[in-house]
């Protein structure tokens, strides 16, 4: 059966929505956000990693189960914020290195 590209669209949309479900895009939202936020103040650079497990703990202790998917789709959000601000040189690597040997 041949698709047209408007149904293509629509089942590639579908796919995806119901994959990374809207809990999930949130956590990854959450992750990218917090992280691009260390661009004002350098500590916030570990706040979307930081937060990502301390939400994972919480729900440990609150409804007994871990997320892996949340936990990979924040991390993954933290990533690519970080990513984005080294690619545009936003943060070096060397800050970014420094950064995490002070929070030792």
Request: proline share 1%.
């Amino acid at each position: 059966m041949h698709m047209t590209l408007l149904e293509r669209y629509r089942y590639y949309g579908e796919m995806i929505v119901n994959f990374f479900r809207l809990d999930l895009q949130l956590h990854f939202f959450w992750g990218f956000v917090l992280t691009l936020c260390g661009v004002y103040w350098q500590p916030l650079l570990l706040s979307g990693l930081i937060v990502t497990v301390v939400k994972e703990a919480l729900d440990v202790w609150s409804k007994g189960h871990w997320s892996w998917g949340d936990f990979w789709c924040g991390i993954g959000g933290c990533v690519l914020a970080l990513g984005f601000l080294m690619s545009v040189e936003l943060i070096s690597w060397d800050e970014w290195w420094m950064l995490s040997i002070q929070h030792r």
